[in-house]
């Protein structure tokens, strides 16, 4: 008798699969990955229950993109973009729970490294012949799937796969992306502190503040606060330092017309940031590199705040450590809309749910047997 396939496997397949195939860059398949809800919803209506995921993480972004759905009038396709690239995958997500499937995430890791290497040694790329600097952030393998490959390590890291987590992390770190790198050691430090302190800094309150304090940050790194310190003791110009984001970050904030209490209730609209730094700086194509700062201009201060609680208040607490670690990601990159990296995430904290439930069956099927063992019956 053959055994029954999971849709969420076949979802789960098929954006591997669509990802390869957008990576070979051809015109025509280019984009082959934005076709996931299409694909997502014929497989959802094949497979009978409809049921819906509404776990925390899934519905912050989902409600992030349906709130946002009237910054589109006036038309604006910088708003029609943001919009979709966050309905691809929130909507896959809200579908689909993955808990539903065991995925093997050293699997996962060997797939995003070949993947990895694939992108890094095809693409046109002005640093081929560049050696390896953290500082200077050059490496001829420099490539985006540094930031799921490094959760991915974490992961195996955390559930004590160590040799195929440093394998993971390995070419994570050739891979090179310094706040991966960066989240990847922070993450690991919290998780290693007493559980009293631990679960402290893990709280939803907790994490709500740290990304205002990250957003309050930026604005200050924007404005030249930390100039002088970092002239003194890095010797290099915070613009450098910070690979050309201290510009973009000014620019964003002088276009916009940033102060809080005119952004404490509404922003300026999804999208508007990159129409925005596209006048400003005259430009067709630009990104801020920074989530969290796009989100407080394009949302405003409130609705900020209860997207980023809604995202971190998931009930286990390493989902908690993976959501803190998209916090660091979003401070400095614009991974909301890269899907290799927010379908990793959310597949990561699918498998933690999953952990979690397996758990807590074993520990009650010990608890029922020690019951049964000592003669305790209904």
């Keep these: 008798m053959r055994q029954r396939v999971e849709p969420e496997t076949i979802v789960y397949v098929s954006f591997l699969a669509l990802l390869a195939v ?14 996931m809800p299409l694909l997502a919803l014929i497989v959802w209506l094949a497979a009978k229950p409809f049921t819906l995921n509404l776990s925390r993480d899934v519905l912050a972004f989902f409600l992030l993109a349906t709130l946002s759905l009237p910054s ?23 579908l689909f729970d993955f808990a539903n499937i065991q995925m093997d995430m050293r699997k996962l890791a060997l797939a995003l490294i070949v993947l990895g290497l ?14 390896f600097s953290v500082i200077q952030s050059q490496s001829r393998f420099e490539t985006t799937f540094a930031f799921p490959l490094t959760m991915v390590a974490l992961y195996l ?18 891979f090179l992306k310094r706040i991966a790198i960066f989240a990847f050691v922070a993450a690991l430090l919290i998780w290693f502190l007493p559980k009293r302190v631990r679960r402290l800094l893990l709280s939803p309150v907790s994490l709500s503040l740290l990304a205002g304090v990250v957003v309050i940050l930026s604005i200050s790194f924007a404005n030249g606060v930390f100039d002088s310190w970092i002239f003194e003791n890095l010797a290099i110009a915070p613009n450098d330092l910070s690979k050309g984001r201290q510009v973009l970050w000014s620019s964003a904030l002088s276009a916009s017309d940033f102060s809080l209490p005119n952004y404490l209730f509404f922003g300026g609209g999804i999208g508007s940031v990159v ?25 405003g201060a409130i609705p900020y705040f209860l997207f980023i609680y809604l995202l971190v208040s998931v009930k286990e607490e390493m989902g908690r450590l993976f959501a803190m670690f998209m916090l660091i990601l979003f401070s400095t990159d614009n991974v909301m809309i890269y899907q290799h990296v927010m379908f ?10 999953r952990d979690q439930l397996v758990m807590s069956r074993r520990d009650l099927a010990v608890r029922q047997e020690r019951l049964l063992s000592a003669g305790v019956t209904d």
């Design 118 to 131: 694939f992108n890094a040694l095809t693409r046109d790329s002005a640093v081929a012949d560049a050696g």
């Design 22 to 35: 957008a990576l070979t860059g051809l015109p025509a398949v280019r984009y082959a990955v934005y076709v």
């Design 275 to 299: 129409t925005n730094l596209q006048s400003e700086l005259d430009v067709d194509r630009v990104l801020l590199h920074n989530d969290l700062l796009t989100l407080l201009l394009e949302t």
């Design 157 to 174: 890291t955390l559930t004590r796969r160590y040799v195929a987590s440093a394998i993971a992390l390995f070419f994570a770190v050739i």
């Design 344 to 353: 990793v995430y959310f597949f990561i904290q699918a498998r933690i749910r």
């Design 72 to 94: 589109m009038f006036p038309w604006d396709f910088n708003t029609f973009k943001k919009i979709y690239f966050v309905y691809v995958f929130a909507s896959v997500f809200l």
